[in-house]
Structure formats: structure tokens, C-alpha cells
């Protein structure tokens, strides 16, 4: 089984190349990162308007909260596509594309959409069209898939109905209407499904169960693997006696009444539930495809706007910076930091203390809970001088 991918977003300002330009920069991330630890395509990042510097911290903060919202929502979209497939990995892997592209195509080829979300509205606007696009498609997807759980919990209760032992199973294919006493203002007929195993105690008991049981009026209707089936009358003035009773026994009780036609209309009913099975399943597997789709474009120009506006709180006015994809896998991901980490590390000045190593390193908790919700602190707990953010899509 080949390893999970991992993605590093990483941005670096044009001054780490002697040049400033941004194909030279660039090549300093591709060298620094090295082809031993991952492959390093260009990422475009349009220009957005900025605003003010509270704006751009505020609007850090809601970006950091809205990736994490839009990594769920993937996640649960990929939930629902496991459950309508049955678990079916190679089935599941067929549904999530990007765009109608496989998500590295997409991700290396990744274009911002300016028809969807245009570029000249303000940081602000863009978030919170983002923001009511994954909530629509999370609400979407799970309104789809809790409308194909209950149809497939309606149709197999009535399949179990069909197909349970005669405790549970419909007594209209069953039970000959003959045997029933049926329009009499005294007697009544009751269904008594008895486990095997007590037979005889109810053939040897139930005439004195209550009081008024028709003597010798139990007639043996079916038997299955577990139970048998039993008619009895009794007068409707001591039914509910004798039903307690058959219930204290342990004895299930069967309410049956026959009804001209019901054997056709309740084959008609599952015949429904099954169409509306198929027809809901589809739905739901259109809306889950679609879904896994448009929330994984939805996180990817998320972390776009993460990027760049944390590419302008740290690297300041005029922007000039280069933004690469990293593609590697979790456990090159730890080394491609760390090559990075002693590559760039100066970026973050005096700011921070250093260990033996020049590795950036503090240990003031509040300040460890900020850099890590700014993406500024890889796994190992260390700090990094430089815009860093790292993701799966599964």
C-alpha cells in the first residue's frame, strides 16, 4: 500500500534569492526542500485587496477556524460516500475528483476561480462566501444522506417483514382468513407465535391461561426455525388476560387482521421502498461525488487567503514573494521542515530563541497556542520563521 499524501503550502519572500526575482526564489524552495523529500510545482496566488492591520489579524483568525471547518466537511463528505458504497475503497476512490480531475492534477494546475470568487471584492467577502458555500454543501450532502438512511431503514423492515421468523414476520402470506373467527360479538382469535423449545408447556397450558379459552380451539398455523405459529379463541371479554399471560410466558402475541388484498398491496409497498431505495442512492451518490468536490476546492482557496494574508502580516508591504506546493508524504514532510527550517529559519530574526542547532524555539505557552493556530508550528512543537501550512486530502 503506497504512502498517504501530504501537501505543504509554503511561502517565502523574494529576498532568499540574491536576485529577488521570483523564478530564482522558487528554485531556492525546490533546493532547499530537495528531490529526496518532496516535488515543488509553483502555486498561484492572485492579488486580493488588503485592508487595514486589525482587519488582516482578525481575518487570520477566521481563516484559521473556516480550514479546519472545510477539512471536517471533506472528511464527512468522504464518510457519506463510504457509507453509500458500502466501504468500498477502490468505488470511493472512483467518486473523489476534483473539478472532474484527480486532486493532484488539480492542486498542481490550480488556477484561482475569479468567476466564482472574484478577486476585487474585499478579504472579508471573499471569507464569508466561503464560509455559506461549505456550510451548503455540508448541510446538502448530510440532509442527502439522512434521507437515504431512512428509506433504507423503511425498506428493510419491510424486507425483514417478509423474511423475519414469525415473531416478527407479515402473517399476511401466512394465515388462511378461515381460521379466523371473524364478525362474532363474543369470540375473538388470537395469534400466538411460541418458541419451539415450549410447545408442548403451551399446548399442555393455554386453555387455562384466563379465564373462557375455547377448549381445543388451538390450531397449528406454520413453524419455522424458532417458532411455531398457534390460533386460539377465546371470548373477547378475557383477550387481554390471555394476551398478558402469553406475554408473561415469554410467548409473543401476533395482532393480525385480515384485510382483502393485503398480500398484493404489501409486495406493492416493498416494490415502492425498493424503487425509492435505488432512486434515493443515486441522489445521494451524485450529491456525495459533487460535494467531496466542490468542499475540497472550497478548502484549497481557503488556504489560498491563508497563505497570502499571512504572507502580509510576515513579510510585510510591497508584497514580493514566491508560493510553491510541496507534494511528499508525512514522514518526508517532518525532513522537508526540517530542510527548510535550516534554509530559512533567519526570516524570523531576533524574534525567537534558538537551540544548539539554529532551530527557532520558544517556550511561553500562550505564544506557542498563537503560532500554532497561525501554521507556524510544524509537528514536532518547533517554531517556523516562514508561511507553512500542511495538509492531506483523503
Given at each position: 500500500m ?26 531556492a ?8 523529500y ?27 477556524k473556516?480550514?479546519a ?21 477502490a ?6 475528483t ?23 471584492k ?47 414476520r407479515?402473517l ?19 395469534l ?31 413453524a ?5 405459529l ?11 388476560e ?7 410466558r ?6 393480525y ?38 468542499s ?9 487567503l ?12 510591497p ?17 522537508a ?11 524570523g ?6 537551540d ?39
Amino acid at each position: 500500500m503506497s504512502a498517504p499524501t501530504r501537501y505543504l503550502l509554503v511561502s517565502l519572500p523574494t529576498s532568499i534569492a540574491p536576485s529577488n526575482q521570483a523564478e530564482e526564489a522558487l528554485a531556492a524552495l525546490r533546493a532547499a526542500v530537495t528531490n529526496d523529500y518532496g516535488a515543488v510545482v509553483p502555486f498561484n496566488l492572485p492579488e486580493f485587496k488588503i485592508g487595514t492591520l486589525d482587519a488582516l489579524v482578525h481575518q487570520a483568525d477566521e481563516l484559521a477556524k473556516l480550514d479546519a471547518v472545510c477539512e471536517g466537511v471533506v472528511g464527512k463528505v468522504n464518510d457519506s460516500l463510504r457509507t453509500i458504497l458500502d466501504g468500498d475503497e477502490a468505488k470511493i476512490a472512483q467518486q473523489k475528483t476534483v473539478n472532474d480531475r484527480p486532486v493532484d492534477q488539480y492542486l498542481r494546475g490550480f488556477s484561482w476561480n475569479k468567476v466564482k470568487y472574484r478577486a476585487d471584492k474585499s478579504l472579508a467577502e471573499l471569507i464569508d462566501m466561503l464560509q455559506k458555500e461549505v456550510s451548503s454543501i455540508d448541510n446538502d450532502v448530510k440532509g442527502k444522506l439522512n434521507q437515504y438512511n431512512q428509506v433504507k431503514t423503511n425498506l428493510a423492515a419491510l424486507q425483514r417483514r417478509q423474511t423475519g421468523n414469525l415473531s416478527t414476520r407479515s402473517l399476511t402470506p401466512i394465515v388462511d382468513p378461515s381460521v379466523l373467527v371473524q364478525d362474532s360479538e363474543y369470540i375473538e382469535t388470537h395469534l400466538v407465535a411460541v418458541p419451539n423449545q415450549s410447545t408442548k408447556d403451551f399446548l399442555r397450558s393455554y386453555e387455562t391461561l384466563s379465564p373462557m379459552v375455547v377448549p381445543r380451539s388451538c390450531s397449528r398455523l406454520a413453524a419455522d426455525d424458532e417458532f411455531t405459529l398457534y390460533a386460539v379463541a377465546t371470548f373477547k371479554k378475557h383477550g387481554p388476560e390471555f394476551v398478558h399471560k402469553c406475554r408473561e410466558r415469554k410467548w409473543t402475541p401476533r395482532e393480525y387482521k385480515h384485510v382483502e388484498g393485503d398480500k398484493e398491496g404489501e409486495q406493492r409497498e416493498v416494490d415502492r421502498v425498493n424503487r425509492d431505495e435505488r432512486k434515493v442512492w443515486g441522489e445521494a451518490l451524485r450529491l456525495g461525488r459533487t460535494g467531496w468536490s466542490e468542499s475540497v476546492m472550497a478548502w484549497i482557496h481557503v488556504l489560498t487567503l491563508r497563505v497570502f494574508v499571512e504572507t502580509v502580516l510576515r513579510y510585510g508591504l510591497p508584497l514580493s514573494f514566491v508560493c510553491g506546493l510541496v507534494k511528499t508524504t508525512p514522514k518526508l514532510a517532518k525532513k522537508a521542515r526540517y530542510s527548510l527550517d535550516a534554509s530559512y529559519s533567519y526570516l524570523g530574526g531576533n524574534a525567537f530563541g534558538r537551540d544548539k542547532k539554529g532551530r527557532i524555539t520558544k517556550d511561553d505557552a500562550s505564544v506557542s497556542t498563537e503560532m500554532a493556530a497561525a501554521g507556524h508550528v510544524g509537528e514536532n512543537g518547533e517554531y517556523s520563521a516562514y508561511v507553512c501550512y500542511e495538509f492531506e486530502i483523503n
